[in-house]
């Protein structure tokens, strides 16, 4: 299994917002922070309301309601397993 690199391409293929875990008042509360990584230094970030598996759990995310990381191409290229990155740091 290897570490989740923190680049553009991964947080394009990502399908945090997607989720049902991800409710509507979580992603309008994040959507400024997540358009800033875009265009920021995404690596040298600690924490991201996207892509938890390289980052760590959300700050707003409080229960299970469904997960889609089986289905993320982000999952597959690095070989993770786990489910709920956003509700668990170093879910790797």
């Known amino acids: 299994m290897l570490t989740v690199e923190k680049t553009k391409g991964n947080l394009i293929k990502c399908k945090c917002l997607a989720c049902p875990s991800y409710e509507f008042a ?20 600690v924490h991201a309301e996207k892509l938890f598996c390289a980052y760590e759990k959300s700050e707003c995310i409080k229960e299970e309601r469904g997960c889609l990381c089986p289905s993320c191409e982000v999952q597959e290229k690095y070989g993770l397993d786990k489910l709920y990155y956003c509700l668990v740091n170093d879910g790797k």
């Open 26 to 45: 979580c992603k309008v509360e994040s959507m400024p922070s997540n358009v800033l990584l875009l265009i920021g230094d995404m690596d040298k970030k």
